[in-house]
């Protein structure tokens, strides 16, 4: 499994929208869709190969977002069921 190395910016924009994500006092888990496109789009939208540019940014982004997320979860739900396994075991119970 090769290692995937992701550029200094997009890690720091998307720890600042993962800060907008767990925070849940302040109610932006649906502008952050959209912030993200907004702030590529008005940076990088000067002409055709900014804007594709700009689509290949904001999915690396979300590849990213997705695979943080994917990745706790298949973590969380493989400790769960290797309780549930260990638990019923006779040995290990």
Known sequence: ???VFYPPALIYFSNVFLKNIFDIKSNKILNIRYSIIYFFSKRLSTGIFAKRLTGIMIKIYF???FSYFFF???FIFFLIQKN????HHPYYS
Do not use: A, D, G
């Open 63 to 65: 590849q990213f977002i």
């Open 1 to 3: 499994m090769r290692p």
């Open 72 to 74: 706790w979860f298949f």
């Open 84 to 87: 549930l396994v260990l638990s």
